[in-house]
Nanobody, 124 residues
Framework: VQLQASGGGLVQAGGSLRLSCAASGLTFSRYNMAWFRQAPGKEREFVAAIKWTSPSTYYLDSVKGRFTISRDNAKNTVYLQMTSLKPEDTAVYYC??????????????????WGQGTQVTVSS
């Protein structure tokens, strides 16, 4: 299984970025997909997720209304559209996957596949 994250970069506050995570080696349509992020000196935290069993999406409170997670099962890809970016959004962003049916989708210990991370830097 491989998860390849891309789309990070340097952007000014208020700007937008779209992250992509291309998956291979798994039946993508049967996997919950999530984005986590880790800032220097901080724990890796949940950002957003989308289940395979329903179109339900979940977000960290501080990104609600600014970030949107979506998936394209035909392309085996999950996206994170980020708008109104803030300096505190600066982190390495990781995509992750699991195939559980019932779970606390925000719990990073439940994800068994991880991408390599893509750096997002928001300047003030």
């Amino acid at each position: 299984v491989q998860l390849q994250a891309s789309g990070g970069g340097l952007v000014q506050a208020g700007g937008s970025l779209r992250l992509s995570c291309a998956a291979s080696g798994l039946t993508f349509s049967r996997y919950n997909m999530a984005w986590f992020r880790q800032a220097p000196g901080k724990e890796r935290e949940f950002v957003a997720a989308i289940k395979w069993t329903s179109p339900s999406t979940y977000y960290l409170d501080s990104v609600k209304g600014r970030f949107t997670i979506s998936r394209d099962n035909a392309k085996n890809t999950v996206y994170l559209q980020m708008t109104s970016l803030k300096p505190e959004d600066t982190a390495v962003y990781y995509c992750a996957a699991n195939s559980l049916v019932s779970l606390n989708i925000r719990d990073r210990s439940l994800y068994n596949y991880w991408g390599q991370g893509t750096q997002v830097t928001v300047s003030s």
